[in-house]
């Protein structure tokens, strides 16, 4: 309201101005609108080289889980997108735009399991955890927790379905998230934890400050920072999937910016401080396309030409045989029971 009065007051200005001189009032609008632009509502633009305030351990870890995360998010979108009745298409749909699930099923409102897809599943399904739904959110929005199996861990997404207030029963996909980090461009820099424990390693010992961090305390006041002890410290954020957070951490000491390291060019051994043999060509002289020289082989004389094997007189041809027409019964009468009659009752 306030720019829209000084838009106003400056545009009377002008005009006033303008009635006593030779300006004209179209002088006055292009004069007017060229001070909105400049001071109002200036343009936006965006600096897409600009790297911002960030750590250098920061951008590191985003591009890292760059992948990972943006799997997360477009099944968090799926599952709260998901049909109340899911059938067949909907389930094989879901397998193929998400080929790292483990798989799909449907558990009614009893937590008994009616459908599964795949129907072998090497861990032990258990979805019961799910079934009651988190106070401090929605009754409809998704629910998640990870399982820690000592096949690996677990991550269960679950969508409820309510019918009539009574909800009927919940749709559930579940992951192993080491399937999910081989779409990280670097799967080994990067840690994932929730709070039941480290969910993905990486290429780190379990003494690290995130295996050993309370996650279930930490993360109900914050939602990133810096764990650890100086000389290893791991800066770490959360992505929540419904009331599930998971966190990754990279420690602050190995990040860097993604850049492409241009390949080293072979170098020649007179440039390594070698020496090259006297009447050998330099690589930079030879041909790639010419084969080096063969060794010299020992003479052997020719073989000695054998004379030609006599020709073989041709056999004659057998004679052609004829066979017989096969005797057969004309319109052969197939065989049929006889009827039992049952006796007449007395």
Not at 50 to 77: F, H, M, Q, T
Not at 321 to 341: D, F, G, H, I, K
Request: some cysteine; aromatic content about 10%; glycine content about 6%.
């Amino acid at each position: 309201m306030q720019r829209i009065l000084l838009l106003l007051i400056i545009l009377l200005a002008h005009v006033v101005s303008g009635c006593g001189s030779s300006q004209t009032i179209k002088d006055s609008w292009k004069f007017t609108t060229r001070q909105y632009r400049t001071y109002l509502n200036t343009p936006a633009s965006i600096d897409f080289d600009d790297k911002g305030s960030c750590e250098v351990y920061e951008v590191a870890l985003g591009d890292a889980v760059l992948k990972v995360d943006e799997n997360i998010l477009a099944l968090i979108r799926a599952m709260e997108n998901s049909d109340h009745n899911p059938g067949p298409p909907w389930v094989m749909s879901m397998m193929q735009r998400f080929p790292w699930l483990s798989g799909v099923a449907l558990v009614d409102g009893d937590g008994v399991l009616n459908a599964q897809y795949p129907e072998y599943f090497a861990k032990t399904f258990d979805a019961s955890p799910l079934l009651e739904a988190d106070q401090k959110q929605r009754m409809g929005e998704l629910r998640a927790y990870v399982q820690m199996d000592p096949a690996g861990p677990e991550v269960y997404v679950a969508n409820p379905v309510f019918g009539q207030d009574k909800m009927r029963g919940i749709i559930v996909a579940y992951f192993d998230p080491r399937a999910l980090v081989m779409y990280s461009s670097d799967p080994g820099s990067f840690m994932i934890a929730s709070p039941a424990g480290v969910v993905w390693p990486g290429n780190f010992s379990s003494g690290s400050p995130v295996s050993s961090t309370d996650w279930a305390t930490l993360l109900t006041s914050k939602s990133c920072g810096i764990v650890g002890s100086e000389g290893n410290e791991f800066f770490w954020t959360s992505r929540y999937i419904g009331n599930l957070p998971l966190v990754y951490a990279m420690p602050t000491s190995s990040g860097r910016f993604p850049e492409a390291q241009p390949d080293a060019a072979p170098q020649s051994p007179q440039a390594q401080g070698g020496q090259l043999e006297p009447g050998v060509p330099s690589p930079e002289q030879a041909s790639p396309a010419t084969p080096p020289p063969a060794p010299p082989q020992a003479f052997e004389p020719a073989p000695a030409a054998q004379p030609p094997a006599p020709a073989q007189a041709a056999l004659p041809a057998p004679p052609p045989v004829e066979y017989a027409p096969l005797e057969t019964e004309p319109n052969p009468v197939p065989y049929l029971p006889p009827v039992q009659r049952r006796p007449a009752a007395p």
